[in-house]
T-cell receptor, first 115, second 111 residues
């Protein structure tokens, strides 16, 4: 079946530090890949996406590149801010069997940025 | 305008009660979902409706029943609530681009 593995947190960084959150996946066919962010007490928001190999998704200074050869979609940001503190979810959308498509999430990585 | 809305935001109830959570989307999407997020933030899909037809039911107890009166609404009814049902429940809808838009969540606490 489809699965997403992302690095376990929590991750604590100082403001302006470089961020990497690793994500690898296993999927049937050619999935679309996503990063979602969940701020405290809120729902999930789409952060960025990529739909085919070598695509780079970017938003709010975050970037991730769809790497088919390594089945990875690592999230990066050059300089984090306190306001980036949240839980980050890697996800894929792919065929899941029985004629249906499904979004499969990783377990989430909690990021805390300290001033 | 809120794209995906849920009510209530918080729900506190006793074991054995029956409760409902409502979800509405104004995005014109055909597919809607219910997810359960546990205390460790793990998200698990519960149901999916495509234009009022159930297309996924991920081994959820039959105490949980989704109801979709029209494609803009997907409500979740829960019978005989148990302690283990305490979680945050998220509604979402999906457009043609595969990305899903999530509601703000309903925090259910069963005492």
């Amino acid at each position: 079946g489809n699965s997403v593995t992302q690095m376990e947190g929590p991750v604590t960084l100082s403001e302006e530090a470089f961020l990497t959150i690793n994500c690898t996946y296993t999927a049937t066919g050619y999935p679309s890949l996503f990063w979602y962010v969940q701020y405290p007490g809120e729902g999930l928001q789409l952060l960025l996406k990529a739909t085919k190999a070598d695509d780079k998704g970017s938003n709010k200074g975050f970037e991730a590149t769809y790497r088919k050869e390594t089945t990875s979609f690592h999230l990066e940001k050059g300089s984090v801010q306190v306001s980036d503190s949240a839980v980050y979810f890697c996800a894929l959308f792919a065929y899941s069997g029985a004629g249906s498509y499904q979004l499969t999430f990783g377990k989430g990585t909690k990021l805390s940025v300290i001033p | 305008d809120t794209a995906v809305s849920q009510t209530p935001k918080y729900l506190v109830t006793q074991m054995g009660n029956d409760k409902s959570i409502k979800c509405e989307q104004n995005l014109g999407h055909d597919t809607m979902y219910w997810y359960k997020q546990d205390s460790k933030k793990f998200l698990k899909i519960m149901f999916s409706y495509n234009n009022k037809e159930l297309i996924i039911n991920e081994t959820v107890p039959n105490r949980f029943s989704p109801k979709s009166p029209d494609k803009a609404h997907l409500n979740l009814h829960i019978n005989s609530l148990e302690l283990g049902d305490s979680a945050v429940y998220f509604c979402a809808s999906r457009g043609l681009g595969h990305e899903q838009f999530f509601g703000p969540g309903t925090r259910l606490t069963v005492l």
